[in-house]
């Protein structure tokens, strides 16, 4: 009897997941601004303190290959916003407050856009950095859709805007004084949710922080500088950390302002967690948490990947991805099939239910299939390209391809190329392009094809029209 019970339990419980799966969920897409890959504790870290994450981690996927499309801000956001490769779009570098370029909507056909189709309401809350024309923008979050825009950038923020009053986010024009930029956006996260749990909904949660310049909280960072001296001795934090660090940077793996901006994080996180559950919508809710590029190389934690940000080696570009709709996805899963950030758009509108698509291909394929625990066909090689239209990083101007386990990197200063296998080196400390000369110059002419097919611009030719 005893048996007979349990087996009609698992089968409804069952039944229920694949009835919910098939009502179209909301997405919530959150996104750190140059979080490492090993900042949180489901990734390794023992330093920062991530409950929240991990919970989330623990109750749904969490991925150990997922790429960025870009090692930088502006191209990966594109690639995200596009499913397209940011090199066929033309913003492969960051947009500062000068520049000429722009995510076009007459032209890019936004996921927002493409959902707002299918019946979804859709918001964006925070950072956007795909036009810095704020005195006559031509390709806002405005002029790409969304029927909401709360807190998006109207002054260039690259170095950081953390407390009210803020300058650099005129609609945050509100709040009480010494107010924290990443709990606002939390709090304007809960609020979009309750009014909108009715219906269909895209929420785009895209986070200033861990963003240099750091900052956080007095109290939080005091916490933090306690945890550092009780592991490195006393007075170690004030030494790298005190009032002559203004920036509050160093070269060191634990940074207590870093670990601060991550706990309101993951605070924010848990909060807009336990709204989704009050709302009585958090099991048929994808809540997708991801980051636009790897930590700054000389600050940020990337555990054992090489370089970080602005880097095409895997310290750039591999991302933590996290993944939870308990009406899909089981519990304490892990997912080693390597995806890209390209691959957001083609599966949103899977789960969207719909086709609805303008302004040309899509370079990503939807991963629906991995987060229902079923498998994927072998993934096409992935391809990244990052020509430093700016010129600012010369030495790193580079095109990579992966394709399987083997990973080739071209250095365009240097006409150098790399050659790593990922499986045995996923640190790329051996280069083994003479020892398979083979395999580097058949993943060279894929890679020279697939520059081609996307028109993508040389570096030469992208300094010489930023240098008129």
């Given at each position: 009897?005893?048996?007979?019970?349990?087996?009609?339990?698992?089968?409804?419980?069952?039944?229920?997941?694949t009835?919910?799966?098939?009502?179209?969920?909301?997405?919530i897409?959150?996104?750190?601004d140059?979080?490492?890959?090993?900042?949180?504790?489901?990734?390794?870290?023992?330093?920062?303190?991530t409950?929240?994450?991990?919970?989330?981690?623990?109750?749904?996927?969490?991925?150990?290959?997922?790429?960025?499309?870009?090692?930088?801000?502006?191209?990966?956001?594109?690639?995200?916003?596009?499913g397209?490769?940011?090199?066929?779009?033309?913003?492969?570098?960051?947009?500062?407050?000068?520049?000429?370029?722009?995510?076009?909507p007459?032209?890019?056909?936004?996921?927002?856009?493409?959902?707002?189709?299918?019946?979804?309401?859709?918001?964006?809350?925070?950072?956007?950095?795909?036009?810095?024309?704020?005195?006559?923008?031509?390709?806002?979050?405005?002029?790409?859709?969304?029927?909401?825009?709360?807190?998006?950038e109207?002054?260039y923020?690259?170095?950081?805007?953390?407390?009210y009053?803020?300058?650099?986010?005129?609609?945050f024009?509100?709040?009480?004084?010494?107010?924290?930029?990443?709990?606002?956006?939390?709090?304007?996260?809960?609020r979009f949710?309750?009014?909108?749990?009715?219906?269909?909904?895209?929420?785009?949660?895209?986070?200033?922080?861990?963003?240099?310049?750091?900052?956080?909280?007095?109290?939080?960072?005091?916490?933090?500088?306690?945890?550092?001296?009780?592991?490195?001795?006393?007075?170690?934090?004030?030494?790298?950390?005190?009032?002559?660090n203004?920036?509050?940077?160093?070269?060191?793996?634990?940074?207590?302002?870093?670990?601060?901006?991550?706990?309101?994080?993951?605070?924010?996180?848990?909060?807009?967690?336990?709204?989704?559950?009050?709302?009585?919508?958090?099991?048929?809710?994808?809540?997708?948490?991801?980051?636009?590029?790897?930590?700054?190389?000389?600050?940020g934690?990337?555990?054992?990947?090489?370089?970080g940000?602005?880097?095409?080696?895997?310290?750039?570009?591999?991302?933590?991805?996290?993944?939870?709709?308990?009406?899909?996805?089981?519990?304490?899963?892990?997912?080693?099939?390597?995806?890209?950030?390209?691959?957001?758009?083609?599966?949103?509108?899977?789960?969207?239910?719909t086709?609805?698509?303008?302004?040309?291909?899509?370079?990503?394929?939807?991963?629906?299939?991995?987060?229902?625990?079923?498998?994927?066909?072998?993934?096409?090689?992935?391809?990244?390209?990052?020509?430093?239209?700016?010129?600012?990083?010369?030495?790193?101007?580079?095109?990579?391809?992966?394709?399987?386990?083997?990973?080739?990197?071209?250095?365009y200063?240097?006409?150098?190329?790399?050659?790593?296998?990922?499986?045995?080196?996923?640190?790329?400390?051996?280069?083994?392009?003479?020892?398979?000369p083979?395999?580097?110059?058949?993943l060279?002419?894929?890679?020279d094809?697939?520059?081609?097919?996307?028109?993508?611009?040389?570096?030469?030719?992208?300094?010489?029209?930023?240098?008129?």
């Amino acid at each position: 009897m005893k048996k007979t019970r349990s087996i009609l339990l698992i089968a409804a419980s069952l039944w229920t997941m694949t009835a919910t799966a098939r009502q179209r969920p909301n997405i919530i897409f959150i996104m750190a601004d140059d979080l490492g890959s090993a900042e949180l504790g489901c990734y390794g870290n023992k330093f920062n303190e991530t409950p929240n994450l991990d919970r989330l981690a623990g109750e749904g996927a969490r991925f150990t290959q997922a790429y960025s499309a870009a090692p930088i801000c502006s191209p990966s956001r594109a690639g995200i916003m596009t499913g397209q490769y940011p090199a066929r779009v033309r913003i492969t570098d960051f947009l500062d407050n000068n520049a000429d370029r722009y995510l076009d909507p007459a032209t890019s056909f936004t996921v927002n856009r493409a959902l707002s189709a299918a019946g979804y309401h859709t918001g964006i809350i925070g950072k956007w950095h795909l036009d810095t024309r704020f005195g006559n923008p031509k390709g806002n979050p405005q002029q790409h859709g969304f029927d909401e825009v709360i807190g998006s950038e109207t002054k260039y923020i690259a170095d950081g805007d953390y407390f009210y009053p803020y300058d650099k986010i005129s609609s945050f024009d509100k709040g009480a004084e010494g107010e924290y930029l990443t709990d606002r956006q939390c709090d304007e996260a809960s609020r979009f949710i309750m009014r909108n749990k009715k219906n269909p909904f895209f929420l785009y949660l895209t986070f200033y922080s861990v963003h240099t310049k750091l900052d956080a909280p007095e109290a939080l960072v005091k916490k933090y500088k306690k945890k550092f001296d009780a592991k490195y001795g006393e007075g170690k934090a004030e030494a790298l950390y005190g009032p002559q660090n203004e920036r509050h940077e160093a070269d060191h793996l634990d940074n207590p302002y870093l670990a601060a901006m991550i706990e309101r994080i993951d605070a924010g996180v848990g909060n807009i967690m336990q709204t989704l559950k009050e709302a009585g919508i958090d099991k048929n809710t994808l809540v997708i948490f991801f980051s636009d590029n790897g930590g700054v190389w000389h600050l940020g934690n990337n555990g054992a990947l090489r370089a970080g940000k602005s880097w095409l080696y895997e310290g750039g570009i591999r991302e933590n991805l996290i993944a939870r709709w308990p009406a899909a996805i089981r519990s304490h899963t892990t997912i080693d099939t390597r995806v890209m950030a390209t691959d957001f758009y083609p599966t949103f509108l899977e789960l969207a239910q719909t086709k609805e698509r303008k302004g040309g291909l899509l370079d990503g394929k939807s991963i629906l299939p991995l987060l229902q625990g079923k498998a994927m066909a072998e993934r096409e090689p992935f391809f990244w390209h990052y020509p430093s239209e700016t010129g600012r990083w010369v030495n790193r101007m580079c095109s990579a391809v992966r394709d399987g386990d083997y990973k080739l990197l071209y250095f365009y200063k240097a006409n150098r190329i790399e050659l790593y296998d990922l499986k045995k080196d996923p640190s790329e400390q051996t280069d083994i392009a003479a020892l398979m000369p083979e395999k580097r110059d058949a993943l060279k002419k894929k890679l020279d094809q697939w520059l081609k097919a996307v028109d993508a611009e040389v570096p030469d030719t992208a300094v010489k029209k930023k240098a008129k």
